[in-house]
């Protein structure tokens, strides 16, 4: 059975600008309005769900609200610089240097802030901190970056 949320409807929503580093286009500081989708494989269980939807809600909103209306930076790439100084986020990437307020950055443990590899981080993280039931098989997370533009990433459980 699947279970699945879709953010569009749920309000599980965040705008937050980025760059892709060497991309022709996306590589100049850019902004999305992104929906995350989420979807759990298994069985029910005891309670006839196959898990709590508000578990699973509460998780994500706590995901994003670190994301919404922040500049996302990619924490573990090999070609952006990133330096905290202070109550600032200098940022190199290739000839371009921007500064950031700290508290307008998030800095992603991803190589990249493409949709596919955010959503890789939010799956990885939902299985780290959520205790799911032994119910759950897998976890796939999709994120929007506009509708009809979605990535999708699972993380099998069990």
């Known amino acids: 059975m699947l279970l699945e949320i ?7 929503r965040f705008s937050a600008c980025h760059f892709i580093p060497r991309h022709e286009k996306c590589s100049r500081l850019h902004g999305h309005s992104y929906i995350v989708r989420l979807r759990l494989e298994g069985d029910n269980g005891q309670d ?5 939807f508000v578990v699973l809600k509460k998780a994500l909103r706590s995901m994003i609200d670190e994301m919404d209306h922040r500049t996302l930076l990619p924490a573990g790439s090999r070609e952006v610089s990133i330096r905290e100084e202070g109550g600032s986020v200098e940022v190199v990437n290739g000839c371009k240097r921007y500064v ?8 992603l443990d991803v190589p990249t802030t493409t949709a596919e590899e955010m959503c890789r981080m939010m799956a990885k993280r939902l299985v780290r901190d959520i205790d799911f039931p032994s ?5 796939s997370v999709g994120l929007d970056e506009e509708r009809g533009q979605t990535a999708w990433y ?4 069990r």
Not at 6 to 12: L, M, P, R, T, V
Not at 154 to 157: F, Q, V
């Open 48 to 52: 006839g769900m196959i898990m709590d």
């Open 6 to 12: 879709d953010g569009g409807y749920s309000g599980i």
């Open 154 to 157: 699972t993380e099998e459980i």
């Open 135 to 139: 119910n759950v098989r897998s976890v």
């Open 100 to 107: 950031f307020p700290k508290e307008d950055v998030a800095l």
